[in-house]
């Protein structure tokens, strides 16, 4: 019954977000943790493993095609510095097919991963066409993403395996965790950096149940990393997104904050018992960090023994085929990656994408710190950008960061439309001054010139 009800749920929600652009937005943002929630709930998702995500795509493309022809679809500024920079990160990673030790894997990644970096960096944006856009994904993300979490969390079709919350698609594998655990750090992220004004609304349950989800699915999964980064992030963009300006919002964000922590620990507490304790132990934590400084250390060991790929780096997917401590398929490092597989137009590009993303952000933030509602969706998108860096160096490879470029490519398009809207403002208030400036310069008319003239008199 359970089951039968998943699937109708997420078919609904599929539906409505053809018609809400910024729905189908929140889809992509949250496929993967609903493609394991559905082949939790029906065989045929099981089967086909690809399913649910090709569904993904074709909602994009109707919500797209709908958009289109009711006029409402903002083409300008769909191509952006930061797209840009991002196309041309790739397209390097593909020409180094030519000299990676690792041919066939690159080739297998590129057909794997390009119809997901398609569909995440070349169109969902389009969906997002001002900050109307931005709220409504905010909403669809919330509502989504709750339903998911709570529907995962109550699902029969998961166990705990290894202190790990998975499905056992067949008898030598399951789903990958760390998608469910990344799906509990989003919603930690839009619980906390909602805005202030949402306290006496009815939103702000549905944020308590995402916050509660979240961490709960974060836990579950045994999502150290992401766990981890989601209360960073939280509590670091908190005064971001509340405006702090007198002794009261101060106490309002300081009590927040003591609510968020003693909640993480109850919320803990309720959902790591004996089966995964273990996973979140502070030696398991340790271990867990310091293969990856391993496997980054082999790889650059590799790079600098090779001073023919100094320049170029050692191609994509490199760290594959070469020989490590780890045997790992690759170094769960992007800023690794990015150095040592990629060189120097790596470090350029990778360098240029980043910085470009955190200017975007404090350049937008400074358009909107005056509007609560907006600062705060600015905060959230930041916040959001900056987890998904952290998780791309915790267990991130560059063909499968659709989620962190999905957040550099919005913020540069976000910030590109609001400077045009606020030039429009700023010329049309100009234009204002202007007139008014005419006015007082006109010369008074014959009526006006003798205001106090005596009657005349016969």
Known sequence: MLSLLTVSI???????????PAWAVAVVLTMFATEQLLQASSPVFRTHGSLANFIVGVVVLCALTKSFLVGTLRWKHWITPAAVLTLLLYLYAG???FWTASPEWLAEYIRWTSPYILVTLGLAPLLVGGFKDLKD???AMLVIGTTVAVLIILSPGFELVN?????????????NPLAIG????????????????EILSGIISLRVVA????LGLGFMSGSRGEVIAAIFFSLLFLPMARRINNLGQFIGTATVAVIFVVGVYFIRGFFVGADNEDRWSSEGMLYGSLGRFENAADLAGHYFKRPIFWLTGLGSAAFHDLPTRSGDP???VIVADLIFELGIPGIVLGTSIFALAASNSRRLFAMVMNDPPARALVAYLAAFTAYEFTLANKAGILWAQYDLFFGTVLLGRLFALQS???FVAESAFDGEDDADVEDEDQPLDAESAEPHAAPSTT
């Open 211 to 214: 916050f509660v989800a979240g």
């Open 137 to 139: 994904l905010r909403v």
């Open 163 to 175: 202190g790990r919350y998975v499905v056992n698609v067949d008898n030598d594998s399951h789903t």
């Open 420 to 422: 045009d809207e606020q």
């Open 182 to 197: 990344a799906l509990g750090g989003m919603l930690v992220l839009l619980a906390v950096l909602g805005p202030s004004t």
């Open 10 to 20: 997420i078919a609904v929600a599929y539906l409505y977000a053809i018609t809400r």
């Open 95 to 97: 020409i180094s097919w």
């Open 330 to 332: 690759y170094s769960h």
